[in-house]
Nanobody, 112 residues
Framework: QVQLVESGGGLVQPGGSLRLSCAASGFSFRYSTMTWYRQAPGKERELVALINGDSSSASYADSMKGRFTISRDNAKNTLYLQMNSLKPDDTAVYYC?????WGQGTQVTVSS
């Protein structure tokens, strides 16, 4: 069965960095487009970034461009999200997604 397990969230000060990971199993990871979403309290879930199977194409929501980098290691079946210059507005639960499958999410809190 498909499993997506996120990790790497936590509390960070404004301007800081975090790297999220998503360990994937149960499907052909290397051929799958993978996506990061986030959901802040009281807000709808929003797309953060996505990357195709061979990493030849990635795209980002406008508010994340230049600060976040999505990447993957197909040998490890793992998706990453490097987040730099974090802002309080980036506080949210971050989810890994493929098709109709979601991980449990990892909490990112940006606060001084």
């Amino acid at each position: 069965q498909v499993q997506l397990v996120e990790s790497g969230g936590g509390l960070v000060q404004p301007g800081g960095s975090l790297r999220l990971s998503c360990a994937a199993s149960g499907f052909s990871f290397r051929y799958s487009t993978m996506t990061w979403y986030r959901q802040a309290p009281g807000k709808e879930r929003e797309l953060v970034a996505l990357i195709n199977g061979d990493s030849s194409s990635a795209s980002y929501a406008d508010s994340m461009k230049g600060r976040f980098t999505i990447s993957r290691d197909n040998a490890k079946n793992t998706l990453y999200l490097q987040m730099n210059s974090l802002k309080p507005d980036d506080t949210a639960v971050y989810y890994c997604n493929v098709g109709n499958y979601w991980g449990q999410g990892t909490q990112v809190t940006v606060s001084s």
